[in-house]
């Protein structure tokens, strides 16, 4: 039975993530060239008033594109395919990623009842973070290789690689460990991940009690309900990606092909010394246009397919 439930969260999940990434992946790619260093930056000139005569002083600085820019570029120079970028290494990767980041939550959060208060904070971000620790340990080669081609720039028309060739290029040029670069801000981003799912379960818990003040009625849930999960999965993403979204553009950086960011706390402070705090949140438009909605879907697919499946308890 633990066997059988066990693959039923791994299909469950491998669906909610293979819809999810489709329909969001021109967000994604956005997202990614948004927190690159490799954006081009609009120049300008800024007036400040000189503190003895008033006289005015012009001293160049540069402002970064928006999201509808970046859109537009890519659509001129590089054609709408470009908006798709990534999507062969991200289906491959995310399938088996979300099968086994819910299969071990599920997992663990068996294990984590047992320890802790049963179904308790604790046991939610416990049975996250180590969901994601596993993860991510995992199927970090799989995002080196989609970062690396949607940060790839070529006009339209120019042969873009594919992602055995990247991989082969990755391999050729770094080594093995060049499929790892970013890992370390996976870890960080850990706390994201955690955060969501406290937020999630709570509500979820919350929403059951509301809706199901009897357990025997707890099985029998409607159209509302499972809309009900969208929203507590969307309102939960968006808070945790607020506060731990610093680490994504950290983790892109390390990704680049050549660049000078070579560790996690030394990315961390050259970005903040080169381009200043308000760099670690670029990108966070399109990441919460995209991750909200994928997060709802994701999840809530999920949690259907698992009620679809489940063998009723007696």
Request: with cysteine.
């Amino acid at each position: 039975m633990a066997q059988k439930d066990t693959l039923l969260h791994l299909f469950a999940g491998g669906c909610g993530g293979t819809v999810g990434a489709i329909m969001t992946c021109p967000l994604e790619v956005l997202k990614i060239r948004l927190q690159s260093s490799g954006i081009s930056l609009r120049p300008v000139f800024q007036v400040q008033l000189g503190t003895l005569n008033a006289a005015g002083v012009i001293r160049p600085g540069t402002v970064t594109p928006g999201l509808l820019q970046v859109l537009r570029s890519m659509l001129e120079k590089e054609g709408p395919r470009s908006l798709f970028r990534g999507l062969g290494p991200n289906l491959v990767g995310i399938a088996p990623s979300r099968a086994i980041y819910f299969a071990a939550y599920s997992k663990s959060k068996e294990t984590f009842n047992g320890i802790f208060v049963p179904n308790s904070g604790v046991v939610h971000m416990s049975s996250a973070g180590f969901a994601a620790f596993i993860t991510n340990s995992l199927m970090n080669p799989v995002w080196m290789v989609k970062t690396r081609m949607q940060l790839e720039r070529k006009a339209r028309g120019e042969k873009k690689m594919n992602a055995f060739q990247c991989t082969r290029y990755v391999y050729s040029t770094e080594g093995m460990r060049g499929f790892y670069r970013g890992l370390t801000a996976s870890y960080a981003g850990i706390s994201e991940t955690m955060i969501c799912f406290l937020i999630y379960e709570t509500l979820k818990k919350y929403m059951a009690q509301r809706r199901f003040p009897t357990t025997d009625a707890a099985s029998e849930k409607g159209a509302s309900d499972f809309l009900g999960l969208m929203f507590a999965a969307a309102f939960a993403k968006g808070c945790a990606s607020c506060i731990a979204y610093p680490h994504e553009v950290i983790r892109t950086r390390l990704r680049e092909e050549g660049s000078k960011y070579k560790y996690f706390c030394q990315t961390a402070r050259l970005v903040a010394v080169e381009e200043g705090y308000a760099a670690f949140y670029r990108g966070l438009i399109p990441q919460l246009i995209r991750q909200i909605p994928n997060t709802a879907i994701v999840l809530s697919t999920y949690e259907l397919i698992v009620h679809l499946l489940a063998e009723p308890s007696k």
